[in-house]
Every structure is written in C-alpha cells, then in structure tokens.
C-alpha cells in the first residue's frame, strides 16, 4: 500500500504526499507550494527554476525584464523556511511538479511553454538567457506544447538515491552561480506576446520528507512517528508504477484524462494512465 501511494504522489503531487518505505525512525512529512502569476516584461519569454531544496526557488529571466506580479503559498517565505530548518536537521524529496497555466488575454496567446528536468550539479546562472534550442539540450526529458495549452511537469527520481538519500538541511538561499546537488525542474515560456501581454500562472508543489533534529521534543518523553515498515524492492516498484504515466504532459491532456476517467483510468494521446489508483 506505501508503495503504491508513493507512486501517486510522483505522479500527481499536487494532490497526494506520502512516506518514503524505507524504514527510516525519526521522520515527518512536510510540503511547500507557491503560486504566481508571471507576465512578460520587454522580452517574449519567462521563466521558473524549482530545485528540490526547501531553501530555493527561482524564477529565470531568460533575457527579458520579466515582473512577477503576485505571489501566495509558503515556499518564498523565509520565517516558515526557518521554521522547517528548526525542526529538521535533514530532509530528501518525495515528489514535486510544477504547472503552468496560459492565463493572459487569449488575444495573446501565442508562444510556445516547454519543460524538463535537468540533473543535479548545475547553477541556475546556467539557464539564464538561454534560447528553446539550447535549452533542450541538457534535460533528462524535455516537451514543448502551445502556450494556450499549459504544461505540468512532474519529478522522477533515476535512483535509490534521489528519493531515500537525506540531505543536510541549511535553510540558507542558494546563489544563482551554486551548483546544487538536488535535480532541478524547468518551465520557461518562447515567443510570448511582449510589454505584459504574455501572462502564465505558476504553481509549485514539492513535498519532502524531513529527519528530526529532536525526536523526543514533547512533555512526557512523547516522540515522534514510528518508523514506516520497509518494503522490499520499493524504488522499483513504485519507478515500474509511475513511469506508465508520462513525466510531461499538456494542461490541456491532463484535464482531459481527468474529465474522462471513469472506473478505470484510459490512456490518452500518449499522456499515459489519468491516476495511479489502479495500477498494480
């Protein structure tokens, strides 16, 4: 059943966190989301950057003098990043995405949205200013699809290790020229209608297990979850269950596999199964 429900929150993060089955003791779950609206400035192109670090998120310029005219969520807020850094001394991700909507006047709604993942090790300087072509050339998966359509991009994990691996929690913003060990997600936006007419709203989700730095914190010695039990062989069953659901899909697909679900989840256009509910 853990495993199954680890699946489903790669797949659709959005709406499902879950534990990681590995039998780790002294851990909790936590999630950070952030939604904006992000608007073309003199250039045709904006852009967001979300690396698997609680501490940071960026949004890319791309060339242009994009603006950022709303945020809401919790990521961006430095008090609640130093509250988790408080209570946790390591974390490691569980599942994250990243969804884009064409929200502008559709008068405007040219230009092109694409996304992929990019492996770790890399700055954020490295993907500043870059055009479509050499964009692609670095993802690990990588699609475009028309601006009216939207985009959703959702992580994959490549090994053990990405998922059941924990990391020192610093809390600090990272630089855009650090090179950080945590895969990162892109979605930037081409050939948008300038001077503001280009508008997209962004949502951000990325949910994370976190190890305590105090396991008994609690009046009376109450401490904290008991350790999940281990699943033999989980990576590779939940990987086996969520690559059957493509990484990358258009908006405008993935409403339409959810408006066409019925007892059991179709395929569509190659978007791959609508949930995870009843794959085995």
Same mark, same amino acid.
């Given at each position: 059943?853990?495993?199954?429900?680890?699946?489903? +929150?790669?797949?659709?993060?959005?709406?499902?966190?879950?534990?990681?089955?590995?039998?780790?003791?002294?851990?909790?779950?936590?999630?950070?989301?952030?939604?904006?609206?992000?608007?073309?400035?003199?250039?045709?192109?904006?852009?967001?950057?979300?690396?698997?670090?609680?501490?940071?998120?960026?949004?890319?310029?791309?060339? +242009?003098?994009?603006?950022?005219?709303?945020?809401?969520?919790?990521? *961006? %807020? *430095?008090?609640?990043?130093?509250?988790?850094?408080?209570?946790?001394?390591?974390?490691?991700?569980?599942?994250?995405?990243?969804?884009?909507?064409?929200?502008?006047?559709?008068?405007? $709604?040219?230009?092109?949205?694409? +996304?992929?993942?990019?492996?770790?090790?890399?700055?954020?300087?490295?993907?500043?200013?870059?055009?479509?072509?050499?964009? +692609?050339?670095?993802?690990?998966?990588?699609?475009?699809?028309?601006?009216? $359509?939207?985009?959703? &991009?959702?992580?994959?994990?490549?090994?053990?290790?990405?998922?059941?691996?924990?990391?020192?929690? $610093?809390?600090?913003?990272?630089? /855009?020229?650090?090179?950080?060990?945590?895969?990162?997600?892109?979605?930037? %936006?081409?050939?948008?209608?300038?001077?503001?007419?280009?508008?997209?709203? &962004?949502?951000?989700?990325?949910?994370?297990? #976190?190890?305590?730095?105090?396991?008994?914190?609690?009046?009376? #010695?109450?401490?904290?979850?008991?350790?999940?039990?281990? %699943?033999?062989?989980?990576?590779?069953?939940?990987?086996?269950?969520?690559? *059957?659901? %493509?990484?990358?899909?258009?908006?405008?697909?993935?409403?339409?596999? #959810?408006?066409?679900?019925?007892?059991?989840?179709?395929?569509?256009? #190659?978007?791959?199964?609508?949930? /995870?509910?009843?794959?085995?």
């Amino acid at each position: 059943m853990c495993v199954r429900e680890l699946a489903r +929150s790669v797949v659709n993060p959005f709406e499902y966190a879950s534990c990681i089955p590995d039998g780790a003791s002294g851990v909790g779950k936590f999630s950070l989301r952030e939604v904006m609206t992000a608007q073309t400035g003199a250039g045709q192109s904006v852009g967001i950057a979300v690396n698997l670090d609680p501490a940071s998120f960026f949004k890319l310029d791309t060339g +242009s003098a994009n603006t950022v005219s709303t945020y809401g969520g919790n990521w *961006s %807020a *430095s008090t609640n990043v130093a509250s988790l850094r408080a209570l946790y001394g390591r974390f490691r991700p569980v599942s994250a995405g990243v969804k884009v909507t064409w929200v502008g006047n559709t008068t405007y $709604d040219q230009g092109m949205l694409c +996304s992929e993942q990019v492996s770790p090790n890399l700055t954020l300087a490295q993907f500043d200013a870059k055009d479509l072509a050499n964009l +692609s050339n670095g993802g690990q998966y990588f699609k475009t699809t028309p601006a009216r $359509d939207g985009i959703e &991009i959702t992580w994959r994990p490549n090994d053990p290790d990405d998922q059941g691996a924990f990391i020192p929690f $610093d809390g600090a913003a990272k630089a /855009v020229t650090a090179a950080l060990n945590t895969p990162w997600l892109l979605c930037q %936006a081409y050939g948008l209608t300038a001077a503001g007419n280009g508008v997209v709203m &962004i949502e951000i989700v990325a949910n994370f297990e #976190g190890q305590y730095r105090n396991a008994s914190f609690s009046p009376g #010695g109450i401490t904290t979850l008991s350790a999940n039990q281990a %699943a033999p062989g989980w990576y590779e069953t939940a990987h086996q269950l969520y690559n *059957s659901v %493509a990484p990358i899909a258009s908006g405008f697909l993935r409403l339409m596999a #959810g408006a066409q679900q019925s007892s059991k989840p179709r395929a569509i256009m #190659g978007v791959g199964a609508a949930t /995870v509910e009843e794959l085995d």
